[in-house]
Nanobody, 115 residues
């Protein structure tokens, strides 16, 4: 399984970006998926998750109400729509398919929010 993120970049505070994560292999539709992020000098942290059938999403308190996670099992892709972005959202964002032993991670995409 390989995960490839895209959609990162530079945005001004208050702006929006949408991240995508395309998965190869045949495990995508059977698993919950999630987004994590890691800011410089900080540990990687959970951002949002969605189960294999969609619905019942969950979010970190820091992004609740601003970010939306979604998925399209038909094309093995997950998304993270980020609205009302803040400078503290600056980080490398990673997608994850959890699995026994740790799971599958993407390579990360940089998101920078300027004030």
């Amino acid at each position: 399984v390989q995960l490839v993120e895209s959609g990162g970049g530079l945005v001004q505070a208050g702006g929006s970006l949408r991240l995508s994560c395309a998965a190869s292999g045949n495990t995508f539709s059977f698993n919950a998926v999630a987004w994590y992020r890691q800011a410089p000098g900080k540990p990687r942290e959970f951002v949002a998750g969605i189960p294999n059938g969609g619905g019942s999403t969950n979010y970190a308190d820091t992004v609740k109400g601003r970010f939306t996670i979604s998925r399209n099992n038909a094309n093995n892709t997950m998304y993270l729509k980020m609205n009302s972005q803040k400078p503290e959202d600056t980080a490398v964002y990673y997608c994850l398919i959890p699995a026994v032993g740790g799971g599958y991670w993407g390579q990360g995409t940089q998101v920078t929010v300027s004030s």
